[in-house]
């Protein structure tokens, strides 16, 4: 198993940018793939960005797209998402969430197994 705990959310405004962390314990031999998905007061968990297995391949929700980057840095057990350009529809709870089985795809909450407990983004505008 692996816990996974998010940090760097925070109150900003429209056009600044953020910068998310999620460090991973417990079992760490990097044999995940991991995302970030959000939600909105009212709305579904939607996805946001996924990194694959290899640290290489990624993939984006056109809402993000252009805006955000995801990265992993495999030494520290750590994924993050580098958001840019900041918009009000951005507002949300973050969560990383890590999945174990195989294939390596998957955008849907359910085909993740672990999850960490969300940090609030709100972007004023």
């Given at each position: 198993q692996v816990q996974l705990v998010e940090s760097g959310g925070g109150l900003v405004q429209a056009g600044d940018s953020l910068r998310l962390s999620c460090a991973a314990s417990g079992r760490t031999d990097n044999n995940y793939r991991m995302a970030w998905f959000r939600q909105a007061p009212g709305k579904e968990r939607e996805f946001v960005a996924a990194i694959r297995r290899n640290g290489i391949n990624t993939d984006y929700s056109d809402s993000v797209k252009g805006r955000f980057t995801i990265s992993k840095d495999n030494g520290k057990n750590t994924v993050y998402l580098q958001m840019n350009s900041l918009k009000s529809d951005?507002?949300?709870?973050?969560?990383?969430?890590?999945?174990?089985?195989?294939?390596?795809?998957?955008?849907?909450?359910?085909?993740?197994?672990?999850?960490?407990?969300?940090?609030?983004?709100t972007v004023s505008s």
């Open positions: 951005d507002t949300a709870v973050y969560y990383c969430a890590a999945r174990e089985r195989i294939p390596d795809i998957g955008i849907m909450p359910s085909q993740y197994e672990y999850w960490g407990q969300g940090t609030q983004v």
